[in-house]
């Protein structure tokens, strides 16, 4: 289940995505006439009884977004879900390579429903996350963006993504990149799942399901480093607070009236 690459005595942990109950004909989606949603994104989410092979155009939306799936607004009281669903959040309501990879601000939709949905769970240290069970396609309202959700998502409380190794533990990560338990490796892990979750311009997925294939999962991760180191890197300086104050500016700019045609 690990794999090192030039480092010694350094374990790489896998952002491994299990896909298990998927088999290979069915493992596309499986469409719901009704999906439950939370409150908040009731008005915005639905399932669609549109074929899966189906592409849909990405329509960038009028109104940008709001952090829906914070559990607070008080940047003091954020947990490490939280903090990490937040960068994420402010890495994709902006134009750049890496928001671009994933679809733009629409991928958002997917991003607030894959953390809501997120479980808490203990297993092995190597799997970051686990989404497992029949999928669902999901299609927004107000885009037509789509993606899928996985019915069991869950989140390794024993995994790099909230510890790091005591002294007498062997050293793991999850990258050479970035240390485990840090702001940078939880970034990383969600961005990967997101891309389990959404389709790039070919219409696939934009990851390769990995499975309990441990290369697949390492190239994975590489490729979501690639085209989202800079942003990343780049939000080292900002505060929560900070975040927050962004993405309230950008939404009440986008849904003023003055900015409406």
């Known amino acids: 289940m690990t794999r090192s ?4 005595f350094t374990w790489i942990i896998l952002i491994l995505t299990q896909f298990g109950s998927i088999n290979s004909s069915a493992q596309n989606s499986l469409i719901k006439t009704a999906l439950e949603t939370p ?5 915005d ?5 549109t074929s899966v092979s189906e592409e849909r155009p990405s329509v960038p939306p009028l109104i940008a977004p ?3 799936a914070l559990t607070t607004r008080d940047p003091g009281k954020l947990s490490l879900v939280d903090r990490a669903y937040l960068d994420v959040f402010t890495i994709l309501n902006e134009d750049s390579s890496c928001s671009r990879f994933f679809g733009g601000r629409n991928a958002i939709a997917a991003l607030n429903e894959m953390v809501e949905r997120l479980k808490p769970r203990y297993f092995d240290h190597d799997i970051a996350i686990r989404m497992t069970g029949q999928t669902t396609l999901v299609q927004s309202h107000m885009t037509g963006f789509t993606f899928r959700l996985f019915e069991r998502m869950e989140l390794n409380m024993a995994g790099s993504f909230f510890r790091s190794p005591s002294p ?3 050293h793991y990560t ?7 338990n840090s702001r940078e490796t939880r970034m990383v892990v969600f961005l990967h799942e997101l891309g389990h ?3 790039g311009a070919d219409n696939k997925w934009l990851l390769t399901d990995d499975g309990d294939d441990s290369s697949q999962s390492l190239d994975n991760t590489e490729r979501i480093i690639s085209a989202c180191r800079e942003q990343i890197t780049s939000l080292s300086g900002l505060t929560a607070a900070q975040e927050l104050q962004m993405a309230t500016a950008l939404a009440e700019k986008t849904h003023s009236p003055s900015t409406q045609n």
């Open 5 to 8: 690459r030039g480092l010694q």
């Open 174 to 180: 999850i990258t050479p990149i970035y240390p485990a």
């Open 197 to 199: 979750l959404v389709r």
């Open 39 to 43: 409150n908040h994104v009731k008005d």
């Open 66 to 68: 709001v952090p829906k």
């Open 45 to 49: 989410i639905t399932s669609t009884s």
């Open 168 to 170: 007498s533990e062997r």
